[in-house]
């Protein structure tokens, strides 16, 4: 014989045991959650395709931002001078779209080039420093500055908030690298400098939350305690009600 439970002939503990169970998640959450999980895994795969210039010529401010545009289908795929024709073979192979030419307003692909100083003309205004997304570049306010050739994309930011015109671009000596797709820039490179520029990204967020929280500690009191004119006018005014109190006759 079937014996049904009824409320009474459950346990104690029924209610708290049904509670402790993990709730499932909405199937439009989880959704979501496998969409974005493929779309990040795909912009990783895109981002390997680049050469980590850094240039901004694809109208975004990083190799990773134009592949995360790619990979939501924001953004075309001839936007890389730099990367040129092994690029866009590449991505259009992994995206299985056409092959299209580079676009003008991005400019056009062209020998690689670095960056140099004349040292003798810079002022040490820095602005070149904050300029260079991979911190190719090294020196101190008011003191002379210099290229580390072997990390400079050439990707020419440099130039434009130079005041004096001390930086001139050169043609850049290649290592043939047969691992990489690109003839001019070497795997090792391209890697170092995706390392190199989250580690830039990593130290100016460091650099706005200390200047946030600066800010903050500004702002705030100076101490927990009030300050001495609010001290003595909390005495003067509790000195006040005693003597009011003393010469003031009892109640009868």
Not at 143 to 157: F, K, R, S, Y
Not at 183 to 192: K, N, V
Request: proline residues 11%.
């Amino acid at each position: 014989m079937f014996q049904y439970c009824t409320r009474e002939s459950l346990p104690a503990n029924h209610c708290r045991i049904r509670s402790s169970l993990p709730r499932p998640i909405p199937s439009a959450i989880l959704a979501s959650m496998t969409t974005s999980s493929h779309t990040a895994d795909l912009a990783t795969r895109i981002d390997a395709l680049l050469p980590q210039t850094q240039c901004t010529r694809c109208g975004y401010p990083r190799c990773r931002d134009y592949a995360q545009a790619m990979a939501e289908d924001r953004a075309e795929i001839n936007r890389c001078p730099p990367g040129g024709e092994p690029t866009l073979q590449a991505l259009a192979e992994l995206l299985d779209t056409p092959v299209k030419p580079i676009d003008p307003a991005c400019g056009t692909t062209a020998p690689r080039l670095r960056a140099v100083i004349d040292e003798a003309i810079c002022i040490g205004c820095k602005k070149c420093i904050d300029a260079c997304p991979v911190d190719a570049i090294v020196g101190a306010r008011k003191l002379m500055h210099t290229v580390i050739a072997d990390e400079c994309t050439g990707c020419e930011l440099c130039l434009p908030p130079c005041p004096v015109n001390c930086i001139e671009l050169v043609p850049a000596p290649v290592t043939p690298d047969p691992q990489s797709r690109w003839p001019e820039y070497p795997q090792l490179e391209t890697a170092r400098w995706r390392q190199r520029t989250e580690a830039r990204l990593a130290r100016l967020d460091r650099r706005k939350t200390r200047s946030r929280q600066t800010k903050v500690e500004a702002t705030a009191p100076s101490s927990i305690f009030p300050d001495r004119e609010t001290i003595r006018a909390d005495i003067r005014a509790a000195l006040a009600r005693t003597r009011q109190k003393r010469h003031t006759p009892p109640r009868t």
